[in-house]
């Protein structure tokens, strides 16, 4: 069983900053972000003029887009964020500072634990190591019998990868221009000429 993907702070204000949420959820599909996430979008957008549109779209965007996934306190979170962080969960929610990205793999390792496979859409480092050392545990987990599921990292580069070649970047131009918008905004993705974005075999069947 496959669950919505669930999304970082960054690709999610990168994206919507830009009104390219078209783009993000037809690519992707509809998509989940911890409470946690939306906040730090709308604070962001609130004091960053590059970002003020993305509270915008994030308000207009409906559940069946963007579901919103509660941080309340549960065993279940508690204990995940503890794991996670090595720390207890009330002091954890005490320093801001990539919380959003804690949340996400947190609320991530819930699902797959019950038999979800899970995609984990990531572009800060921290946030994407995280992430894979909870892909790591499950792994063990299923190698010693038990029922999980499965935790895959993806970031912006995978969501521009699979929409190249289709009706939101229908060229390499088109490509380009919105990876130096992406680029403008978020310094964490990486330089286009470090991708094979302009090498995908969508482009050469365009000859």
């Known amino acids: 069983m496959t669950g919505r993907p669930i999304m970082d702070a960054g690709p999610g204000i990168n994206f919507f900053s830009i009104h390219k949420e078209r783009l993000l959820f037809a690519t992707l599909g509809a998509l989940s972000i911890p409470e946690t996430v939306r906040e730090e979008i709308q604070r962001k957008s609130k004091h960053d003029h590059r970002f003020s549109a993305a509270s915008g779209v994030l308000a207009k965007a409906p559940e069946s887009l963007l579901n919103i996934l509660s941080d309340d306190v549960t065993d279940e979170l508690a204990g995940a964020v503890e794991r996670i962080c090595r720390i207890p969960f009330h002091q954890r929610l005490l320093e801001s500072k990539d919380l959003g990205e804690t949340m996400v793999v947190a609320h991530a390792a819930i699902a797959a634990e019950t038999g979800e496979n899970v995609i984990v859409l990531i572009d800060d480092g921290g946030g994407r190591r995280l992430a894979a050392s909870e892909a ?66 969508c482009w050469s069947r365009q000859k």
């Open 136 to 201: 790591r545990r499950l792994d063990r987990m299923r190698h010693a019998g038990k029922q999980v599921g499965t935790i895959s990292l993806i970031g912006t580069v995978t969501v521009l990868e699979r929409a190249a070649g289709g009706a939101h970047l229908p060229d390499r131009a088109a490509l380009r221009t919105l990876y130096q918008r992406l680029r403008g905004l978020d310094d964490g993705v990486p330089p286009l000429a470090s991708t094979n974005l302009m090498d995908l075999s």
